[in-house]
Every structure is written in C-alpha cells, then in structure tokens.
T-cell receptor, first 114, second 114 residues
Framework: NAGVTQTPKFRILKIGQSMTLQCTQD?????MYWYRQDPGMGLKLIYYSVGAGITDKGEVPNGYNVSRSTTEDFPLRLELAAPSQTSVYFC?????????????FGNGTRLTVT | KQEVTQIPAALSVPEGENLVLNCSFT??????LQWFRQDPGKGLTSLLL?????REQTSGRLNASLDKSSGRSTLYIAASQPGDSATYLCAVRPAETSGSRLTFGEGTQLTVNP
C-alpha cells in the first residue's frame, strides 16, 4: 500500500515563480487536506476537500489554490511564490463515513522560496 | 476558536523511564483527539485516536487518556526506548467544524538517551 504520496520531496523556488505540489492517495479516501508546518509550530490547514469537485479554505489559504478533479488527487498550486511560503507542506487524507478514522499523512514537501 | 497547547515543548529522559506528555485544549466540544508521532524529515504517523465518549486508548507501551471536561489529554509512554525519540503532536477535531478539520498543538520533542 502506497498510502499518501507527495511529490516532489524538496524544491527551491525564486520569488514570483509558480509550482504545483502533487498529492495522491490510493485508499479511496473522500477527505483530503493540505497543511503547512513551520519550524517549532504546529500544522496549519491551508485547504481541504470533502470529495471530488469540492474544496474549501482552511486557516491560511492566501497565496494558494487547489483542485480536486478525482478522488485520488489533490494538487496544491502556488502562483506567485513568496519567502513567507517557505515551509514543509503535508498532504493528508481520511475516510469520510467513519467519524473516528485517523488521518493519514504523506512524507511532506520541503519548499524554500528565495 | 479552538487552541491546543502541548507542554513541555521538549523533554529528554534516560532509557527505561516512564513518561507523560501533556496536551490541553480550550474548547471541550470535540469529536475526538488524536496523538501523532513525527520523525525528522517525515510525515505524521497516527498513534492513538480517542473518541469524545472514551476515557483512554492503549496500544502496546502507549496509553492515551482524555478528560474532555477539563480539556486535557495525556500520552503515557512506558519503559521508554531510544527508538521513541521523535516529536509527538496532539490534534483535536472540534465538534462544530465541517470537513473534519483538526487543530494541532505545536508538539513535544522527545529524546530518549541510551
């Protein structure tokens, strides 16, 4: 079982560049999430999706966009990279029908914007 | 707004010691609380999930308790081992959020010395 897979693992961007962080899961989970983790901080929710075609903003959505065209994939788009977006990004997923189901995380994408 | 606090931020213990990690939350209206482990450069791995109706959950040497009325949870690790060294995060799912959004604490960095 692959679980939640994120690519790339590392990326360096220049200010103003754009990129897409990829996330895919093979567990047929309806709910998917994007978090960012800054040093010494907890995880902050950027965007989430409760199913294909449905997305919603989390705590810190500014500067990001998402789409959910399939159940498996939930890419995160940075349009105009800024130094404040330097962080580690985690994608996660869980089953929708089981209220107590745990969250499954990918291994993260470490992004540096210079 | 739900806030989650973890104390201490860092803990160093000798191998074999029993230890307790603390997690507190400000809003007692929660669906569940989840404990995660994060190894350096890795994603989060779910350890234990406690439903709001439960008092504790056990897995091997780990025991998590929940006192919803006082807004507190503890993670007890028995007979600690160097392999337990990691950052431990707790996260609560508030009852009033859509999409099963979790609020994370900032984590406790545990070092078990051989």
């Amino acid at each position: 079982n692959a679980g939640v897979t994120q690519t790339p693992k590392f990326r360096i961007l220049k200010i103003g560049q754009s990129m897409t962080l990829q996330c895919t899961q093979d567990m047929n989970h309806n709910y998917m999430y994007w978090y960012r983790q800054d040093p010494g901080m907890g995880l902050k929710l950027i965007y989430y999706s409760v199913g294909a075609g449905i997305t919603d903003k989390g705590e810190v959505p500014n500067g990001y966009n998402v789409s959910r065209s399939t159940t498996e994939d939930f890419p995160l788009r940075l349009e105009l990279a800024a130094p404040s977006q330097t962080s580690v990004y985690f994608c996660a997923s869980r089953l929708a029908w089981e209220l107590g189901s745990p969250l499954h995380f990918g291994n993260g994408t470490r992004l540096t914007v210079t | 707004k739900q806030e989650v606090t973890q104390i201490p931020a860092a803990l160093s213990v000798p191998e074999g010691e029993n230890l307790v990690l603390n997690c507190s939350f400000t809003d007692s209206a929660i669906y569940n609380l989840q404990w995660f482990r994060q190894d350096p450069g890795k994603g989060l791995t779910s350890l234990l999930l406690i439903q709001s109706s439960q008092r504790e959950q056990t897995s091997g040497r780990l025991n998590a308790s929940l006192d919803k009325s006082s807004g507190r949870s503890t993670l007890y690790i028995a007979a600690s081992q160097p392999g337990d060294s990691a950052t431990y995060l707790c996260a609560v799912r508030p009852a009033e959020t859509s999409g099963s959004r979790l609020t994370f604490g900032e984590g406790t960095q545990l070092t078990v010395n051989p």
